[in-house]
Each structure stands twice: as structure tokens, then as C-alpha cells.
């Protein structure tokens, strides 16, 4: 398979842009259309990946007819430790604290929420549930050769979007939807609670997105369910983008005043002692995962906790 790089994600542009130029400059029997033949046969195989092959992971034409029926896991595109029910709408990870990653069994709209619950929380593990969006077609990967984490494993192996969910959101009983929206933004709730920003890169345009989840670490069993059977989960749109308010709670603790900024990927949904914490155990935020070099107090929220 051939090599490509993460900005020749789209396939079906280039082809059409061959096409075009064959149709402007060229007659039939062009070397346009071998180019053509040669863009269709390839794989996308990640540079410097040294674990198993993933050729046979491809991308969905930008064209592609996109069902509208009930979400369910894919059947076949699973972790090595999930085990999925008959209906393929429970997703349980046998054992360890990886290998739990499952993707919708087709493409998801933008805006179209993505409902689960949390079925099962296992103690003793860091961490828990991840989600997020891919270009990646479940239809044509192997199992087998899926990685153990979607953070970062496959995030670096592909065109896919996700992050980990705060300990709040993945609590056993919780429902917890998550969707992106045409700027790219992925968002996410739990319960009827507001909506928390988890990153604004998601590449919508081009091709169509599946949705990933990662049943990890603290989180043991999710359930798909219907967005329509709860109306908080489907209501809300446009969904602006939140902001820290003097009202909003820590997304960690759940008890202080949300009055800090991480630098320089900006989530700012931390009080000023988690967000040391975390500074200080991980230096990595979170929502996103990237590196912290810095936390600030913002200040139109300074309070006696942070000061």
C-alpha cells in the first residue's frame, strides 16, 4: 500500500482533480486516467507507525450514501477485549484497562447527537470513557489490528478526533451524549447538564465521520441508546461555545468555582486546585490531552479559592 500523510485525507477531491484536468486538457487514454486507477488502489498507512499493519483502513467517498438508522456498535471493528450483545447496542470490555475501542456502525451527521449510558464503572484504573470522530470506515478495517487507545494511539494513526471525558461525566448511570457541530467542534454533556467544549479541530468537510468510543480504564460497559427518547439530548441547537461563567462548577471536583485557564490549549472548566493538581501530576489538560505549560487565573473570576 502506498504511504500517506494526514493532509491527503480526502481521496476523492484529488481524484476529482484529475478528472478535471483530463476533461479540460486530455482525450480518452490520457495518463490522467492511470493516475486516476493508481489514486483509487490506495490504503492509508500511517508514516512511522511500527506496530501491526493497518492496511485496509480506507476513507469513505465524500459522496457516500449515509443511512439514517438507529446508531448500534460496528460488528466487526471492535477492540480485542470488547464484547458486544446480539443488538450490538452494549459495548463491555472483558478485562484489563485498553483494547475497548468501537465505532458507530455508520457515518454520523454534524449535529447528530451520539446518546450512551455508562453501564459499569470499574475502580482502580485512571481514567475512563473516551469519544470523538473519524474518517476511518469500520467497514473495512481489522479488528485486530485496531490499537489500544484511541488517545493518542490512533488519533496519530489516522484521521480521527477524541478526547477523554471529565471522572464526572462517566460515573455508572450517567448519560452522556456527545456530538460535533459544522465549525468542527466536539462537544459533550452528561445528563441535562451544559455542554462542555472538548476541542475545536474536528475536520467535518470532505468525507463523512464515525463516531469512536473508548471503553478505558474506570469505564467498563456503555449502552447506545436513542437520542429521540430524551428531549435534552436532542434540544439546544445552535450550541454556542462555553464559556466560564462565575456560575459554572469545576468539571473535576464539582465543587469549586471554574476560574482557571490552561495554556496553550485554553480549556478553562478547572478550579484553580485541580487545575494545579493536574498541572503538577500529568501536565497534560484533561479534555484534550495536550501539554500544559501553564495555568492562569482568569481574572474577571479571581475568588478567595484561587487568589
Same mark, same amino acid.
Given at each position: 500500500?502506498?504511504?500517506?500523510?494526514?493532509?491527503?485525507?480526502?481521496?476523492?477531491?484529488?481524484?476529482?482533480?484529475?478528472?478535471?484536468?483530463?476533461?479540460?486538457?486530455?482525450?480518452?487514454?490520457?495518463?490522467?486516467?492511470?493516475?486516476?486507477?493508481?489514486?483509487?488502489?490506495?490504503?492509508?498507512?500511517?508514516?512511522?507507525?511500527?506496530?501491526?499493519?493497518?492496511?485496509?483502513?480506507?476513507?469513505?467517498?465524500?459522496?457516500?450514501?449515509?443511512?439514517?438508522?438507529?446508531?448500534?456498535?460496528?460488528?466487526?471493528?471492535?477492540?480485542?477485549?470488547?464484547?458486544?450483545?446480539?443488538?450490538?447496542?452494549?459495548?463491555?470490555?472483558?478485562?484489563?484497562?485498553?483494547?475497548?475501542?468501537?465505532?458507530?456502525?455508520?457515518?454520523?451527521?454534524?449535529?447528530?447527537?451520539?446518546?450512551?449510558?455508562?453501564?459499569?464503572?470499574?475502580?482502580?484504573?485512571?481514567?475512563?470513557?473516551?469519544?470523538?470522530?473519524?474518517?476511518?470506515?469500520?467497514?473495512?478495517?481489522?479488528?485486530? &489490528?485496531?490499537?489500544?487507545?484511541?488517545?493518542?494511539?490512533?488519533?496519530?494513526?489516522?484521521?480521527?478526533?477524541?478526547?477523554?471525558?471529565?471522572?464526572?461525566?462517566?460515573?455508572?448511570?450517567?448519560?452522556?451524549?456527545?456530538?460535533?457541530?459544522?465549525?468542527?467542534?466536539?462537544?459533550?454533556?452528561?445528563?441535562?447538564?451544559?455542554?462542555?467544549?472538548?476541542?475545536?479541530?474536528?475536520?467535518?468537510?470532505?468525507?463523512?465521520?464515525?463516531?469512536?468510543?473508548?471503553?478505558?480504564?474506570?469505564?467498563?460497559?456503555?449502552?447506545?441508546?436513542?437520542?429521540?427518547?430524551?428531549?435534552?439530548?436532542?434540544?439546544?441547537?445552535?450550541?454556542?461555545?462555553?464559556?466560564?461563567?462565575?456560575?459554572?462548577?469545576?468539571?473535576?471536583?464539582?465543587?469549586?468555582?471554574?476560574?482557571?485557564?490552561?495554556?496553550?490549549?485554553?480549556?478553562?472548566?478547572? &478550579?484553580?486546585?485541580?487545575?494545579?493538581?493536574?498541572?503538577?501530576?500529568?501536565?497534560?489538560?484533561?479534555? &484534550?490531552?495536550?501539554?500544559?505549560?501553564?495555568?492562569?487565573?482568569?481574572p474577571s473570576l479571581k475568588t478567595e479559592e484561587g487568589s
Amino acid at each position: 500500500g502506498a504511504v500517506l500523510t494526514k493532509s491527503f485525507v480526502c481521496l476523492p477531491a484529488l481524484i476529482q482533480k484529475f478528472q478535471d484536468g483530463r476533461d479540460v486538457n486530455q482525450g480518452p487514454g490520457s495518463h490522467f486516467e492511470g493516475v486516476e486507477r493508481e489514486l483509487m488502489q490506495l490504503t492509508w498507512e500511517p508514516v512511522g507507525y511500527n506496530g501491526p499493519s493497518l492496511t485496509g483502513y480506507s476513507l469513505c467517498p465524500t459522496d457516500a450514501e449515509v443511512p439514517r438508522e438507529a446508531l448500534s456498535f460496528h460488528g466487526d471493528a471492535t477492540g480485542a477485549q470488547v464484547h458486544l450483545d446480539d443488538l450490538r447496542s452494549t459495548a463491555h470490555r472483558r478485562s484489563t484497562f485498553h483494547d475497548g475501542i468501537v465505532f458507530s456502525q455508520r457515518p454520523v451527521w454534524p449535529g447528530e447527537r451520539v446518546a450512551l449510558r455508562v453501564l459499569r464503572h470499574e475502580n482502580g484504573w485512571c481514567g475512563g470513557l473516551r469519544v470523538g470522530f473519524t474518517r476511518l470506515d469500520p467497514a473495512h478495517m481489522v479488528g485486530s &489490528c485496531l490499537p489500544p487507545f484511541v488517545c493518542p494511539d490512533l488519533e496519530e494513526q489516522s484521521p480521527t478526533w477524541a478526547a477523554l471525558l471529565p471522572e464526572g461525566f462517566v460515573r455508572a448511570g450517567n448519560v452522556v451524549c456527545f456530538w460535533v457541530n459544522r465549525r468542527g467542534w466536539l462537544f459533550a454533556k452528561v445528563n441535562a447538564g451544559r455542554p462542555l467544549l472538548l476541542r475545536k479541530d474536528v475536520l467535518v468537510q470532505g468525507a463523512p465521520l464515525w463516531a469512536v468510543m473508548d471503553v478505558y480504564g474506570t469505564t467498563k460497559a456503555i449502552e447506545l441508546l436513542d437520542p429521540k427518547a430524551n428531549a435534552w439530548i436532542t434540544g439546544g441547537e445552535p450550541v454556542p461555545e462555553p464559556e466560564v461563567t462565575s456560575g459554572e462548577e469545576c468539571v473535576i471536583c464539582f465543587h469549586n468555582t471554574a476560574n482557571t485557564r490552561l495554556i496553550p490549549c485554553g480549556h478553562s472548566h478547572f &478550579c484553580s486546585s485541580c487545575a494545579w493538581h493536574v498541572f503538577k501530576d500529568t501536565a497534560k489538560c484533561p479534555m &484534550c490531552r495536550w501539554q500544559i505549560e501553564e495555568v492562569t487565573v482568569v481574572p474577571s473570576l479571581k475568588t478567595e479559592e484561587g487568589s
